[in-house]
């Protein structure tokens, strides 16, 4: 039950939004357990973000999970996800955040897991 949030302030099509929805989908795997099967994806293009006081292309992740996962499998994350942001919207790693938020309560279908 993950769910990815990507807000960028780089303007995204349609076209990259899939790409970015399809790789994302490969790279939550990267967690035991996870697949794209249960993934939300959020992309938010030309969000006002300023990072190190400048608004050149940057990206904020939250990766949000039910449970938890071992430091290695986010860092595998992270490295996916940073590479994925330059190869498909030109954004460097180094203007990327990605935070990571686990819960033991998420609610679908009008129930709680």
């Known amino acids: 039950m993950p769910f990815i949030d990507v807000k960028t302030n780089v303007a995204v099509s349609d076209e990259k939004k899939e790409q970015l ?3 994302l ?6 967690i035991p357990g996870k697949s794209e099967s249960w993934l939300m994806v959020g992309v938010e293009p030309e969000y006002n973000l300023w990072f190190k ?3 050149a292309p940057a990206a904020m992740v939250q990766v949000q999970i039910f449970g938890g ?7 595998t994350l992270t490295s996916h996800i940073t590479g994925s942001l330059t190869d498909i919207l030109g954004i460097s ?6 935070s990571y938020w ?3 309560n998420w609610g679908w279908n ?3 897991f």
Do not use: H, M, P, Q
């Open 21 to 23: 929805k399809s790789v």
């Open 25 to 30: 989908g490969l790279a939550i795997t990267a």
């Open 53 to 55: 006081g400048n608004s």
């Open 69 to 75: 996962a071992s430091d290695n499998a986010l860092t």
């Open 93 to 98: 790693s180094d203007r990327v955040y990605v």
């Open 102 to 104: 686990s819960t033991e």
């Open 110 to 112: 009008g129930s709680n």
